[in-house]
């Protein structure tokens, strides 16, 4: 799920300056195609004004509940951007997101772990949130892997356990995910995790990330 | 192979502008700002130009920034930025922002902003100000999770460090006014950070508005190139956060290199003294004393 944006990018951005191809895809959405209402929705997205923003939402609704899983994942994502941070705020968001997890959708997983993690949450809710990270991560979504490894470091929702954390941030540096790149070359750098002070690694990892960074531009 | 050696390292030397004032993070760890404001403003300056341009539904929010003093001596008493005041080439850029991280704008409320400095203030352990004995200051917490909040002069904040974790905060004001916590702000910081790296509560990449392509040093670059010079009256003096002020009956000690309480005095923290020029470590640093009765 992570590619679905940066491969639409160059594409989005011709769209925008194409009003006819534009027309077509607003046509296919109306007809109630998922594909076309998820790229139409992501040409809204680059669209400034409210207008654009709650035709986004509105379009995604109609292929959520059409039962397209990926939509659902947009909308979820779409309405926690919209909402203020507070818990009841992020139910609309919560209930698409997570009929998008149970249709496996890695990303929509790996969204509703994230609700289930935030700071004012019981513990039980907690490891739930640690549970779709890991179902998430299994399933490939490098930035689970990563939050997995956060979680697991930090104690955070499970026991904690820093040999587990460290593997999972390996997983997600191999995916070239620069995030857990960066963690690596930190915890290289300062002896964390159980691994020997070694700049040398440090500074590979950092170059690493930089690349990656680069590569997804 | 050699011409490209060349090439890199006249790169590296090129000058992008001149500082009136040396930047560093000896002190960092006590409220030095002089290596980190001129970041913040760099990463804060080039969120509200983006965010003006293309982020129309969040122009009414004011932009803050967050940045760390990556170098704070963990390896020892050569392992600060020390920017020398005079011609700023590309290379201190690099002292000054450690790694190749890229910007990143979040959109968080002030709630989520207390959260945030609470953890960053794990840097300290907690003091009893009745001990006669000595306290060390600085607890384990690595310094590149240290962040330092930051914005257009107007946040200030103090850190009380007799408190335990996660109830050091206070005084925490945005113009002048207590920070509302429902208030919402965007906060400059960098992909690591909003993509939950160091756990921050809250911060998960979901909060993100803006990933930029662009790293945190080429912003640092392209502000002191545009600023041309850079001077301790704007760019290096205000401090948003001091220490929380109280009497200690025992010294209250940390870590720095060697011989430097007097730059600690110019760059406006009072009450540092060196107590012993060696600690022992064999890693060239100096155990210095801060009196937090003078904060």
Redesign the interface.
Known sequence: MQAHRPASAAKVAAWLHDAAAEQALAIHAASGEAEASRAYALLLEHR???AA?SMRIDVLERAAEAGDALAATRLG?AL??LS??GRADALPALRWLERAAQAGVPEAMR?VG?LA???ANEPAEASRGVAWLRRAAEAGDS?AM??LG??L??G?GAAADERAALAWYERAADAEY??AL??L??AH??G?LGLA?D?AKSRLM??E??EA?AH?? | MQAEHQGTITYVKTPIGNSDFRLSTYFADVGDVTAIQVVNQAQAKYVKAYGAANLPQYAALPVLSVSAPFKSGFAGGGDYTDVASGPVAIFNAADLYQFANTIQAVRVNGADIKAWLESAAKRFNQIDATKTTAQALVSTFPGYNFDVLDGDANVRYEIDVTQPVGSRIRNLSYNGAPMDPAAMFIVATNNYRASGGGSFPGLDGSKTIYASPDSNRDTLIGYVKAAQSIAKSSNGSDRSWHFTRVATAGPVTFTSAPGLAALAATDGVAGVTQLQADDGSGKGLAVYQIDLGVQ
Do not use: V
Request: proline content about 10%; cysteine-free; charged content about 10%.
């Open positions: 400034p004004g409210a923003a994502a926690l951007a203020n941070g969204r994230m993690l935030q700071p930035a990563f939050l956060n979680a470091r930090a955070h620069p995030p960066h963690a070359a930190l750098a300062h964390e002070i700049a950092d170059h990330a930089a960074l997804a531009r």
